[in-house]
């Protein structure tokens, strides 16, 4: 069985043929590009296959003439299609939202909920999706979205990108691994707000590989050596006496420095009962509008819970003490948003994380260490921890990690050599080398 019909017969007439505008994205900024023509018509009732009630097929191209030529095509092989007694898929129910651009979305997103950000941050995150998603993906609408057709070509593309020096381009990529990690999660938290605010699909994460993750920081063997050193410097070579030796060791509870700084009196609670734990629900941040303060949010914006037991108990035990005491000293005066800070110093300014980091740089040097970064006290801890039997989802939950993927690069999968010199470290044992 066969179907006739031309375009000349029912191309003609009033919003069958027209014309609509292009666009593209430069920089981040929609700009007109032209115009193309369409053409559309419907199959005709008798011609649709049970339960169809309607079927519009469009073409379209640069001229009239090919965005007829089009159409036929499209007509004739929808036609062909049917007489060959493929059933039409049934039409799902639309969201209204799948119109949205990915453009218009993040306009809207970064407008309406994303005032909780630092100015710093929002900028950044701006300056993502600008210049590395609308130029490729800023038109594309929701309703068309596809890992294998967008997301994944999307992707591949911003990490092929390389740095241009004196206008020549170089085998340098543009964007580091933590670089593509920042770009990643705020597209990723774009496209979950609107699967969750308008219940749209987005597909991003369904056939894109996995977030990509920094390169290792330290090896594993720079893990066991430096966790050797800690063990040396917290098992005698620093006093428990010296303030700074509580400052650090929290630290090996997991805690990001800009956590361990932002936490006040009520984070403590429940240090002489039965169930001492830390409430981490704020962080030390700073802007250029408002300085350094206590943010009531942490970095992923969920509040979490930290056992205390042994040498880390006592060890916040003595920074409460210290910290009352500040309080009871003759002339001293906290900063009036800092009043429940735990980390003040005693002129009452808190302590900030680059005065700390030069602290660290200090106390390294002062016992002869080989310098590494403060913040691998997290992946030596969470090291330990998985050493130690905990799995990844604990660990994580103990780290304020949101994918277990960030946990895997900060705990190390090591062999049996390198478990055997893990298991020397043991910061909460009251043994002593």
Known sequence: MTYAGTMSETVHGEGTLYQRPRFRFEDGVKIPDGLFWQAAR????????????RKRITGS?????????????NYQKYLRKISDGEEA???????????????EWFEDWFNSYRGHLAPETLTRQKGHVRLHVLPILGDVKFSELRSRDHWEPWFQEISAKKKYKNGVMTDEPLLTEPGLLNIYKTV?????????????????????????????AMSTDEVVSNGKQ?????????????????QFFIAFTGLRAAERLGLTLDSLIDLDGSEPRLRISTQQCYTSELGTYIKHETKTKKIRFIPLKGRELESIQRLRKRRLALDETEGFVAEDRFERALFLRPDGRLIRTREETRTWHKLLAEFDIPYFNLHA?????ATWFSEKGVDKETVGALLGHQSVVMTRYYARETEMRTRRALAEIDFFSDSQE
């Open 42 to 53: 419907d199959v005709p009732v008798d011609l649709l296959p049970e339960g169809v009630e």
């Open 61 to 73: 191209g640069e001229t009239k003439r090919e965005a007829k030529r089009k159409l036929d095509e």
């Open 89 to 103: 898929k049934p039409r799902r129910d639309k969201n209204p939202n799948d119109s949205l651009t990915v453009a």
């Open 188 to 216: 990723h938290a774009a496209m979950e707000a609107a699967k969750e605010k308008l219940s749209i699909e987005h597909r991003f994460s369904r056939r894109l590989l996995l977030a990509p993750v920094p390169k290792e």
């Open 230 to 246: 800690m063990k040396r410097l917290f098992g005698g070579l620093l006093s428990v006496e010296d303030p700074r030796y509580d």
């Open 377 to 381: 006290l997290r992946s030596i801890s």
